[in-house]
């Protein structure tokens, strides 16, 4: 894969915290997608393959006999690329090139935020690995911002058992944002800011409106 990245204009991800909404959101891109006549695929991250799926529970849900074993940054950080590659080459690559639109629950922005700001891992090694395992940007990225203490208190109150990130500290989950907030200040044309602390239909209605003014520009292209 080439060493540039390129910026797909049907490529849509989601980005933000815990507790910041994205399942609702993702499917309110969906249905309007789907109301203008596009085929929509909805995927994840990470997983998104059966492959990548399988990887996807070793990072965040590993079985009882590696439970134990401490997962260090620097592998959960290969491990999150390797199942990315498997999903840019089998899902998203293909369903681009059909024509289709791609909506992801989350993308390599991800990796900065999480293995990046929350694990200290350094960004330049985050970039290489982009350049060469991806070599994809979403056209659209809509970061969901909500403050950590009223995320967190959403996803506790889920019915889940929470898996490896979602045990960490407040201050992982600080950093987690603060670095989603700076790439979405040095990247505007690419991400749009949501306020994630609204009710649920607002930040959906909100994500919708922002799609479609993004398609509005597209064409006008």
């Keep these: 894969m080439s060493s540039a990245l390129l910026r797909h204009p049907r490529f849509v991800s989601l980005e933000g915290g815990e507790g910041a909404g994205k399942t609702t959101a993702i499917n309110a891109i969906y249905a309007a997608l789907r109301a203008r006549g596009h085929e929509v695929v909805l995927t994840r991250e990470p997983g ?18 590696i439970a134990d074993e401490p997962l260090s940054a620097e592998a959960e950080l290969l491990l999150v690329f390797a199942a990315r590659a498997q999903h840019v080459r089998q899902i998203i690559q293909p369903a681009l090139q059909r024509g289709a639109y791609v909506v992801t629950d989350r993308f390599t922005d991800s990796s900065y935020a999480y293995q990046g700001g929350g694990r200290g891992l350094e960004a330049d090694w985050i970039a290489d690995l982009e350049r060469r395992v991806v070599g994809l940007l979403p056209g659209l990225t809509l970061l969901l911002d909500v403050d950590v203490d009223v995320g967190r208190a959403r996803a506790n109150s889920r019915d889940m058992w929470p898996d ?12 987690v944002r603060e670095v989603f907030r700076d790439r979405a200040r040095h990247d505007a044309q690419r991400f749009a800011l949501i306020d994630a602390s609204q009710p649920q239909d607002r930040v959906a209605a909100d994500v919708v409106a922002r799609v479609e003014q993004w ?4 064409e006008r292209a």
């Design 215 to 218: 398609l509005q520009e597209q």
């Design 48 to 65: 998104g393959t059966p492959l990548a799926e399988r990887i996807r529970a070793i990072v965040l849900k590993p079985d009882a006999d």
């Design 164 to 175: 490896r990130i979602e045990n960490e500290q407040d201050d992982f989950f600080q950093r």
